[in-house]
């Protein structure tokens, strides 16, 4: 018997055999399936009970593992706590990719110890995270599941909580990570049968560029079709899932359908004149995994020779590459996560690791946008009361796709344990019988914690107020409806601090120009009241960075159903001058930028650019600084953004202390998409660098040329 002939004997079938090459291994699984087990793969759990295959089903897990769908911490609460953090978008505004790879892999553990230890039931390996759509509108029902306004930026976000969740070893995953939602989903009323209009080159250059990097920077292979259209096309039956994403990025997994895309087709698309049309074209686009009601109607379209068996096999292959990644249908020896949950290890998210990540992730998420006076941070020795108002900061709320938290800190709770007995702490949910004013009379501080409710506070497709979003609903204005009450309080007391806890920006203009002191954070933390706390007496000195340009008014922003984002949507084309910039916010100290050095003053393909620059802290706090690198092209010859993020770093520095830092760029970032040559193109130009923190507060320029 040879070496070979050993090694199958060991085994009841080849696909058993880890040492066989991976699509082998599917083809003898191919081999063995009947018709309906391979219809039965078609779903989001592709298990073969009669071969022992073992498939693994879908979790969601934007920031926390929710074992059963949308987790809403009310009705849809799930049953078992996970650690959970800010929402998606208050992730991003910590600008820190290493900081949100650990935060992933947190999730992807968790996910993991639910899977296999035997107490918990979730048949999830497959996380539905992180969202790779960009929020080029500030009334975007979801915007709080995405990264925010900017390509580069949101990629590498994406890339990091890819890796996070996959994990670092070279043969298995931790868990799969599966994107969301390809392509240009950024409107909600319409989604179901609108189509999002825009040329090639925005879909290379904007639109498909979070996603691209997190298939070849972080190693994904799954994602999501979106429900709508692009270029009148649904996107789960778009030639571009093969064309571009299958061909050119290397993606060989999963691409799965939203939930009950299929009907859409038809119902709402009108573009299949049946289930069975829709479902064949479906899998021949390369769908494998339908989040509907499919068999019916591929099994109609097998016998109406609409669809061949041999289509399905092409496609229910990659659900396999899935399985074999995640190490389910390999011995456990030799998989690194094979043994998570099954021994005595203490329940993760009981942690002090985990909650103290929490925290970090939640402070580092916070955004100072005004401090005039340097109200902010709260001195304890010199502040005998506070009034601490706004129903917002009695309660933690928890939104759709996130976890359930073991437990929650408001920031009534976190303010009154960082001060225990010092300071007299008061709270007024609102102003019902002068309660709220009368407070903030007769306090030093008033603190008004203000923002959006995250689940609309209302059932499906409702909110209770204009400025709320969620998904289904576009929000219908970006006013602030509780600023009345802001003004009530300040008109009292004008020491009033404001905490806006928002999933989206707000116009907040009377603000700004009259209250002192202005934060800004995200919903869903379990700590949200600690990091708050730590963030307004001086235990951490803020330095969050908005992700989305904040406008004036919902005027300065085109319609919302236009993708064609050159008319003035985003820091990189927008008109007029905005209340916040992308990448804004400050400081509790100050900081210096100087020397500037580039490693050549030309650019070409294959020798990137080294820039480096010293910061010094000329402030007497610690603090973290995010110098933000943009580049403008001067002379090009075809139409550029005024300017575009291409680089980026948090940097903690001491005070007195000048730190070198040093970014890389490319030529083909910048490149763009010639869509005659239908590749991208480096043309000669000169080019300046801009190195600020934020796109409007530019500290260091530099001009090279740009040669190809």
């Given at each position: 018997?040879?070496g070979?002939?050993?090694?199958?004997a060991?085994?009841?079938?080849p696909?058993?055999?880890?040492?066989?090459?991976?699509?082998?291994r599917?083809?003898n699984?191919?081999s063995l399936?009947?018709?309906d087990?391979?219809?039965s793969?078609?779903s989001t759990?592709?298990s073969?009970p009669r071969?022992?295959i073992k498939g693994?089903t879908h979790?969601e897990?934007?920031?926390?593992?929710?074992?059963?769908g949308?987790?809403?911490?009310?009705?849809?609460?799930?049953?078992?706590?996970t650690?959970?953090?800010?929402?998606?978008?208050?992730?991003?505004e910590?600008w820190?990719p290493?900081?949100?790879?650990?935060v992933a892999?947190?999730?992807?553990?968790?996910?993991?110890?639910l899977f296999q230890?035997?107490?918990?039931k979730?048949?999830g390996?497959?996380v539905?995270?992180?969202?790779a759509d960009?929020?080029r509108d500030p009334?975007w029902?979801?915007?709080?599941e995405?990264?925010?306004?900017?390509p580069f930026?949101?990629?590498?976000?994406?890339t990091?909580?890819v890796?996070?969740l996959q994990g670092?070893?070279p043969k298995?995953?931790?868990t799969a990570?599966?994107m969301?939602?390809?392509?240009?989903?950024s409107?909600?009323?319409?989604r179901?049968?609108?189509s999002?209009?825009f040329?090639e080159?925005l879909f290379?250059?904007y639109y498909?560029?979070p996603?691209r990097?997190?298939i070849e920077?972080?190693?994904?292979?799954?994602?999501?079709?979106a429900?709508?259209?692009w270029n009148?096309?649904p996107?789960?039956?778009?030639?571009?899932?093969?064309n571009?994403?299958?061909?050119?990025?290397g993606q060989?997994?999963?691409?799965?359908?939203d939930?009950?895309?299929l009907?859409l087709l038809?119902?709402?698309h009108?573009?299949?004149?049946?289930?069975?049309e829709?479902a064949a074209e479906?899998?021949k686009?390369?769908?494998?995994?339908?989040?509907?009601?499919?068999a019916d109607?591929?099994?109609?379209?097998?016998?109406?020779?609409?669809?061949?068996?041999?289509?399905?096999d092409?496609v229910?292959?990659?659900?396999?590459?899935?399985m074999?990644k995640?190490g389910?249908l390999?011995p456990?020896?030799?998989?690194?996560?094979?043994?998570?949950?099954?021994?005595?290890?203490p329940?993760?998210?009981?942690s002090?690791?985990?909650?103290d990540?929490?925290k970090?992730?939640?402070?580092?998420s916070?955004?100072l946008l005004k401090?005039?006076?340097?109200?902010l941070?709260l001195?304890t020795?010199?502040t005998?009361?506070i009034a601490?108002i706004g129903?917002?900061?009695?309660?933690?709320?928890?939104?759709?796709y996130?976890g359930?938290p073991?437990y929650t800190?408001?920031?009534?709770?976190?303010?009154?344990s960082?001060?225990?007995?010092?300071i007299?702490v008061?709270?007024a949910?609102?102003n019902?019988k002068?309660k709220?004013?009368d407070?903030?009379?007769?306090?030093?501080?008033a603190?008004?914690?203000?923002?959006?409710?995250p689940?609309g506070?209302?059932?499906w497709?409702k909110?209770?107020?204009?400025?709320?979003?969620?998904?289904?609903v576009d929000?219908?204005?970006?006013?602030?409806?509780?600023?009345?009450?802001i003004?009530?309080?300040y008109?009292?007391n004008p020491?009033?601090?404001v905490v806006?806890?928002?999933?989206?920006?707000y116009?907040?203009?009377?603000t700004e120009?009259?209250v002192?002191?202005i934060?800004?954070?995200?919903?869903?933390?379990?700590e949200?009241g600690?990091?708050?706390?730590?963030?307004?007496?001086g235990?951490f000195?803020?330095?969050g960075r908005?992700?989305?340009?904040w406008?004036l008014?919902?005027?300065q922003?085109p319609?919302r159903l236009d993708y064609d984002i050159?008319?003035?949507?985003?820091?990189?084309?927008?008109?007029?001058k905005?209340?916040?910039p992308f990448g804004?916010?400050?400081?509790?100290?100050?900081?210096?930028?100087?020397?500037?050095k580039?490693s050549?003053?030309?650019?070409q393909?294959?020798?990137?650019l080294?820039?480096?620059?010293?910061?010094?802290?000329?402030g007497?706090?610690?603090?973290d600084?995010v110098p933000?690198l943009?580049v403008?092209?001067?002379?090009?010859?075809?139409q550029?953004?005024?300017k575009e993020?291409?680089?980026?770093k948090?940097i903690?520095?001491?005070p007195?202390?000048?730190k070198?830092?040093?970014?890389?760029?490319?030529?083909?970032?910048?490149a763009?998409?010639?869509?005659v040559?239908?590749?991208?193109?480096v043309?000669?130009?000169?080019?300046?660098?801009?190195?600020?923190?934020?796109?409007?507060?530019?500290?260091?320029?530099?001009?090279?040329q740009?040669?190809?």
């Amino acid at each position: 018997m040879t070496g070979t002939q050993k090694a199958h004997a060991q085994y009841q079938y080849p696909f058993q055999n880890p040492n066989l090459p991976v699509e082998k291994r599917i083809d003898n699984i191919l081999s063995l399936m009947t018709l309906d087990e391979k219809i039965s793969c078609l779903s989001t759990d592709p298990s073969v009970p009669r071969l022992g295959i073992k498939g693994a089903t879908h979790v969601e897990g934007l920031h926390g593992v929710s074992m059963g769908g949308p987790a809403n911490w009310g009705k849809y609460a799930t049953p078992t706590p996970t650690t959970t953090f800010p929402q998606a978008y208050g992730l991003a505004e910590t600008w820190d990719p290493a900081l949100l790879k650990k935060v992933a892999a947190v999730e992807g553990y968790e996910t993991r110890y639910l899977f296999q230890n035997p107490n918990y039931k979730s048949k999830g390996l497959v996380v539905r995270a992180p969202n790779a759509d960009l929020g080029r509108d500030p009334r975007w029902g979801r915007t709080e599941e995405c990264y925010g306004e900017d390509p580069f930026f949101n990629g590498t976000m994406v890339t990091a909580f890819v890796k996070g969740l996959q994990g670092n070893n070279p043969k298995y995953w931790l868990t799969a990570s599966l994107m969301k939602h390809f392509l240009a989903n950024s409107n909600e009323d319409e989604r179901t049968w609108s189509s999002s209009n825009f040329n090639e080159r925005l879909f290379r250059e904007y639109y498909s560029v979070p996603f691209r990097m997190g298939i070849e920077d972080g190693g994904s292979q799954a994602y999501m079709a979106a429900y709508n259209s692009w270029n009148e096309i649904p996107m789960m039956v778009n030639p571009v899932l093969k064309n571009v994403t299958v061909k050119e990025w290397g993606q060989k997994g999963i691409i799965c359908t939203d939930g009950g895309a299929l009907k859409l087709l038809i119902s709402d698309h009108k573009y299949y004149p049946d289930l069975e049309e829709g479902a064949a074209e479906a899998v021949k686009a390369g769908i494998n995994q339908f989040l509907d009601d499919y068999a019916d109607a591929i099994r109609a379209a097998l016998k109406d020779k609409l669809l061949t068996e041999a289509d399905i096999d092409s496609v229910i292959r990659g659900d396999f590459r899935v399985m074999i990644k995640l190490g389910l249908l390999d011995p456990p020896n030799d998989n690194p996560y094979s043994q998570i949950g099954l021994n005595s290890e203490p329940v993760p998210w009981k942690s002090q690791k985990n909650k103290d990540l929490v925290k970090l992730a939640t402070q580092k998420s916070i955004v100072l946008l005004k401090n005039d006076n340097q109200t902010l941070p709260l001195q304890t020795g010199k502040t005998k009361s506070i009034a601490v108002i706004g129903r917002f900061a009695n309660e933690v709320l928890g939104d759709w796709y996130g976890g359930t938290p073991p437990y929650t800190i408001t920031p009534l709770d976190g303010i009154r344990s960082r001060v225990g007995d010092s300071i007299r702490v008061s709270y007024a949910e609102d102003n019902s019988k002068n309660k709220a004013v009368d407070l903030a009379k007769t306090s030093d501080y008033a603190i008004v914690v203000v923002g959006n409710h995250p689940t609309g506070d209302a059932g499906w497709a409702k909110v209770t107020k204009p400025s709320y979003g969620k998904e289904a609903v576009d929000r219908k204005s970006i006013n602030l409806e509780e600023e009345e009450l802001i003004k009530q309080i300040y008109r009292v007391n004008p020491k009033t601090i404001v905490v806006l806890i928002s999933s989206f920006p707000y116009a907040i203009n009377w603000t700004e120009h009259n209250v002192p002191a202005i934060l800004h954070m995200t919903h869903c933390s379990q700590e949200e009241g600690s990091a708050l706390a730590s963030v307004l007496f001086g235990d951490f000195n803020p330095a969050g960075r908005l992700v989305q340009t904040w406008p004036l008014a919902i005027s300065q922003v085109p319609p919302r159903l236009d993708y064609d984002i050159r008319k003035g949507r985003t820091y990189m084309y927008f008109k007029g001058k905005p209340l916040y910039p992308f990448g804004f916010g400050l400081s509790y100290t100050t900081f210096q930028y100087s020397n500037l050095k580039v490693s050549s003053d030309n650019i070409q393909a294959g020798k990137p650019l080294t820039i480096s620059f010293d910061i010094t802290n000329t402030g007497k706090r610690a603090g973290d600084e995010v110098p933000q690198l943009y580049v403008r092209h001067l002379h090009s010859e075809v139409q550029r953004p005024k300017k575009e993020l291409k680089g980026f770093k948090r940097i903690t520095i001491k005070p007195g202390e000048t730190k070198k830092v040093s970014l890389k760029l490319h030529a083909k970032d910048l490149a763009y998409w010639n869509e005659v040559k239908k590749a991208f193109t480096v043309e000669p130009d000169q080019i300046q660098l801009q190195i600020g923190n934020s796109s409007d507060d530019i500290r260091l320029t530099k001009e090279i040329q740009v040669t190809n």
